[in-house]
T-cell receptor
């Protein structure tokens, strides 16, 4: 079983729409979670960390559900500039400093 | 402030050759990690170095090796290249082991023919 699994999409949504991505992780003892954004042929960039209580940054909201072992990212009022691949990242315990990335979910926002 | 830098940007090698990729972390960052990203997949962890010591190793063969220098820059070496080594190689830095927010460089795109 993969450490981190994501629906690869693609998600095609109109401008202004709300879209949500989910990511599941296999190690229930994992403590650190992140969402990264990756534009085509560019490096991943940290979008936000995911805290146990959930956190919000402008139009972006990240939530963690430990019981079900999934992380979500909600994007409200989608902009054309939100088009990218969104990567879910998990750091399980006792793995040194190894981070596990999902395969990414592709989002295209359509005018 | 300069971000993470990597060189070269692109590289084409043939099977059986070796390659050295270089990375300079953000100023003040002492930890460097290397990732391999095959097209259509997420980055896969190869190594992490901190204070010149290996602190983590992913599931990669011994053909992959790395080191970190006193100025915290790092090299990733891959010997006996295979076609399957074709990928984007990403370097990430963070301040120290235990801080998990990583910042990636632009990557080196390696093509093995």
């Amino acid at each position: 079983r993969k450490e981190v699994e994501q629906d690869p999409g693609p998600f095609n949504v109109p401008e202004g729409a709300t879209v949500a991505f989910n990511c599941t992780y296999s190690n229930s003892a994992s403590q650190s979670f992140f969402w990264y954004r990756q534009d085509c042929r560019k490096e991943p960039k940290l979008l936000m960390s995911v805290y146990s209580s959930g956190n919000e940054d402008g139009r972006f909201t990240a939530q963690l559900n430990r019981a079900s072992q999934y992380i979500s990212l909600l994007i409200r009022d989608s902009k054309l500039s939100d088009s990218a691949t969104y990567l879910c990242v998990v750091k399980p315990p006792n793995t040194g400093n190894q981070f596990y990335f999902g395969t990414g979910t592709s989002l295209t926002v359509i005018p | 402030d300069a971000g993470v830098t990597q060189s070269p940007t692109h590289l084409i090698k043939t099977r059986g050759q070796h390659v050295t990729l270089r990375c300079s972390p953000i100023s003040g960052h002492k930890s460097v990690s290397w990732y391999q990203q095959v097209l259509g997949q997420g980055p896969q962890f190869i190594f992490q170095y901190y204070e010149k010591e290996e602190r983590g190793r992913g599931n990669f063969p011994d053909r992959f090796s790395a080191r970190q220098f006193p100025n915290y820059s790092s090299e990733l070496n891959v010997n006996a290249l295979l076609l399957g080594d074709s990928a984007l190689y990403l370097c990430a830095s963070n301040v120290r082991v235990g801080t998990y927010e990583q910042y990636f460089g632009p990557g080196t795109r390696l093509t093995v023919t």
